[in-house]
């Protein structure tokens, strides 16, 4: 018996399945989890830009490290380079770690 390049029916059955089965449904835990983690995120990272200070050292979210000189209500502007005295002006949402106060 010759058999034709086509796999048995429940082969394809299990992979129908498996194409509509909800995110998350194989691990076992909860699909929503995800969301709370990443509001509690949100939280900190709101709380750790409320919290900025003149002389804090921070990394933004790009990667640039730099002294905060001056904070405004949107904006804050990073000393980048203490020889040539050069400095940014960023949106607070772009900072990603206040490096003075996260002992990480």
Known sequence: ????????ERM?????????SP???GSGGNPYQHLVGQKKREQQHKKMIQ????NDK?????????TVVDIKEDEITLKIDESNN???????????????????
């Open 12 to 20: 394809q059955y299990s992979r129908q399945v498996s194409e509509w």
């Open 1 to 8: 018996m010759q058999r034709s390049g086509r796999p048995p």
């Open 23 to 25: 995110p998350g449904h």
């Open 86 to 104: 050069t400095k940014i002006k960023i949106l607070r949402s772009a900072i990603g770690r206040n490096m003075s106060k996260d002992k990480n």
């Open 58 to 66: 921070v990394r933004t979210i790009g990667g640039i490290i730099g």
């Open 51 to 54: 919290s900025l200070e003149k």
